[in-house]
């Protein structure tokens, strides 16, 4: 009986250590754009990042997850859990798109990084019911089209 | 949360002094809101045209000679220019010629800051009672601060009673508007279309079976209003006025998009690393880096698709004229004929009313289409079809009856 | 097993057999293409309708019976199906019961994967000038690969040599366009209108002087051309086919922002880790997500409004129609009148003819003009217009001279 049960749970580590091999956990508790990247069902909003206006000043976890230290590693724990699950188990959403809970957490770091630009519009004095990025649409990923679709050439 | 996430004081309004609650003269809220004011100020000298707008006060029945016609009997046969920046409101309105003797004070109603207070003083029945030139002495400011806003909170409000009863007769209650409903709203104090409402000239807006073009001309058939009777035609006509509001929120694209007023209008500008909402309100076409830019990258695409789509529907608009002036004609000659059968020339009569208020609608806009190209067209559309069959009408009423 | 990225060479186009050049079976390319060719073959079992589109051969002329008496007099007036999937192709043109003995090879145009071969060994003349029955026996397969495709390379290419010489008679190379472009053009091939020219009836595009309506009427005037003589009004008609290509082109939103016909209609898709163009061409509102989701981060909203845009092209199309009824009807009467002046009814024919040939641009289109609103909305405008006109016409022939 016990060897089994010791053969059990030895094959679990396993099983769970060949997992984390094979997803590449380490690099998720990384900031490495590239990271993202590992996935090529990212490719097209990496290349959209790269292009768009942001390259310089931010990569994917400046905008994609909280800043404060706990929520930071909880988020990351979560999406990538689905992320990973998702991949593994092909269930892929077609197209990607942002969860309302990754909305929430972009607006934050806008503001983040912007406070005093929009101090004077973003006062709170109602909710206003929309995103920085509802008028800045392409600042982070480019042109939607453009960008979410691979392969592709602009036609001007 | 994390929309609202700046404690107040980090939110960059710091009033220096105290507004006084419906304070008429914006120059005391500018001591706190310099930009602001100093762009409200802007409105005073803009002059640059644009192919269908800008701010050039055009005669338009001098551009257009078919609106003479169309118009006959009525004060915009007259007098009809384009429209220019708000602190130009006070001026443009005394100098009309469209005034007379009879013209009542209801006529300030969307163009002094000084009416908010004036407003919850006398009332707004008193207010439109009082003759023009009577008001005239109690009104000194264009519009301003007061219109739009609640001192002190800078909070959007709804100041013109009219668009409140408007509002409730509808079930709605603009207190429960959302920040980004309110940088619509607040405009649909004025750009709206409106009628003077019994011997008080009373300001009311047509919306109780809701805001879109067939809804208004149900409410005006309902309760038998009429603003003129047309000279040439002999028809019961209702002039439109700057719907504005209405085209744009009958799902146009931008509207269902959640895009306000304010944002094409008013959009945002930097001044040293802050940025605030211009209020040098104006024809976007003349700075669309800044009005269209934010949300379409390609701003040289998306000019070039709203040309196309003045042009579109400026072509169409002139066929539409056309048409109603051949009706108009036609209703005229068959009218005199002692042979023409009276119930005919009434239907025809009828059905020119209806064709020339669906025109009106999109004439009186002011976008040339674009605040909802596919709803001008439609309307445009119809109302070619009703000015024919009016014509049709007109010359069916000299047939023998079979 | 999709674990990590997939190395280049699994990813790309690693072909396992060579095609002959102009191969007209698609399931020899499918050897290489398996996710390609399988989902071409979906394009068989669709059945799903939309509101006004979908997968269902609906007949026409029952669900409008208006048609009758538009299309009087000619073979659309008897069968006049909503198209479906590519696979059927072969089926309908070969069952619809506007065939007769004269109809010749040029029908098969658009309808095989044989083409291009053929009209290789045989040149496009021969082809056209071959009976359809005749034709019959060489053509097997329906639209495939070697329609869009060249063999190996699988570049996009022009295999039409109607839409060669069209293109070309404009100043136009398609050999310089760039690929998003082709993604358009290559539907051009097929959803375009054409006549069929001369005795030989050779397939031609009307392009010369331009692709706009406005072009194409000038065309057919210029040189003559009539499809059938309407057999009520008696008026010289052009009946319109398909012109999705062109109407989608001239300047709408999508089209001036580079959107191609296959980002719709063929959005990439995915099987398993590899991203492909589903080649399941059908309705983009079946499956929204996909097709509009790439570019759109609403997918409810742009389905909406799409929604609201067909269903206003549709109200308006049908004030159209109701406005030829009401001309032929008119021009019948007027012209069966022995008093009749014969110049004013031979105007009246005229308009007639402008008039429905704009209507059926946009009818026969087959977005109910999603593909381009406002141009839509516009030319349906003008046809009631010009429809209206043709009746008035029509009643002034009858009016003693002055
Ligand atoms: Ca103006
Ligand atoms: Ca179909």
């Excluded at chain 2, 969307?110 to 008001?135: H, I, Q, R, V």
């Excluded at chain 2, 009863?165 to 409106?194: I, P, S």
């Excluded at chain 2, 799902?251 to 040098?280: E, I, L, Q, W």
């Amino acid at each position: 009986m016990k060897p089994l049960v010791f053969l059990g749970i030895g094959c679990l580590i396993v099983a769970i250590l060949t997992g984390l091999y094979v997803s590449d956990f380490t690099v998720y508790l990384g900031d490495d754009p590239t990271t993202c990247n590992n996935c090529h069902v990212m490719d097209a909003v990496y290349e959209g990042w790269f292009h768009a206006g942001h390259k310089n000043a931010a990569t994917c976890n400046d905008c994609h997850t909280p800043h404060d230290f706990i929520p930071k590693y909880f988020t990351k724990a979560k999406s990538g859990f689905n992320h990973v699950t998702a991949f593994t188990f092909g269930h892929i959403p077609e197209p990607l798109r942002a969860k309302p809970e990754t909305d929430e957490i972009i607006q934050a770091n806008c503001v983040r990084c912007h406070t005093e630009t929009v101090s004077m519009v973003a006062d709170g004095q109602a909710d206003s019911g929309r995103f920085c990025f509802d008028c800045h649409r392409t600042v982070a990923h480019g042109e939607r089209g453009i960008s979410i679709l691979p392969y592709q050439d602009k036609r001007r | 949360i994390f929309i609202k996430n700046q404690a107040a004081p980090v939110r960059g309004i710091a009033p220096l002094v105290t507004i006084q609650a419906m304070e008429p003269n914006s120059a005391e809220w500018g001591k706190n809101f310099p930009n602001q004011y100093s762009t409200l100020l802007q409105t005073a000298d803009n002059k640059t045209r644009t192919t269908y707008g800008g701010s050039e006060p055009v005669q338009k029945i001098e551009a257009d000679p078919r609106l003479v016609t169309i118009f006959a009997g009525n004060p915009f046969s007259k007098d009809y220019k384009d429209d220019r920046g708000h602190q130009n409101a006070l001026i443009d309105v005394r100098e009309t010629n469209r005034l007379s003797d009879k013209t009542p004070g209801t006529c300030y109603s969307c163009k002094s800051a000084d009416n908010p207070k004036l407003w919850a003083n006398m009332g707004m029945e008193a207010y439109d009672k009082t003759p023009f030139s009577e008001m005239s002495k109690q009104i000194n400011n264009p519009i301003g601060c007061a219109n739009c806003h609640e001192a002190n909170t800078m909070r959007l409000i709804i100041t013109n009673p009219a668009l409140d009863t408007a509002l409730k007769a509808q079930g709605k209650d603009w207190h429960t508007f959302t920040r980004q409903e309110m940088r619509t709203v607040v405009c649909a104090n004025c750009h709206v279309e409106y009628y003077f409402q019994g011997e008080s000239k009373l300001l009311v807006f047509p919306w109780k079976n809701g805001t879109t073009i067939e809804d208004i001309e149900k409410y005006y058939t309902e309760n038998g209003f009429v603003d003129w009777t047309h000279t040439t035609s002999g028809a019961s006509m209702i002039k439109m006025q700057h719907p504005d509001y209405e085209l744009f929120s009958a799902s146009s694209t931008h509207y269902n998009a959640g895009v306000s007023c304010a944002d094409c209008h008013m959009p945002y500008t930097r001044a040293g690393a802050v940025k605030f909402s211009t209020h040098n309100v104006k024809s976007p076409l003349l700075e669309p880096n800044t009005s269209c830019g934010a949300c379409h990258t390609d701003v040289d695409y998306v000019v070039n698709r709203a040309k196309i789509i003045q042009n579109q529907v400026h072509t169409t608009m002139i066929s539409t004229e056309d048409a109603l002036v051949a009706a108009i004609e036609t209703i005229a000659t068959s009218a005199k004929d002692p042979k023409a059968d009276p119930a005919k020339i009434e239907e025809a009569r009828k059905l020119h009313r209806s064709a020339q208020l669906r025109w009106d609608f999109i004439a009186a806009e002011n976008s040339m289409g674009f605040h909802n190209p596919t709803e001008a067209l439609r309307i445009l559309a119809s109302a070619t079809d009703l000015a024919r069959k009016a014509q049709l009408k007109a010359l069916e009423a000299l047939q023998p009856a079979k």
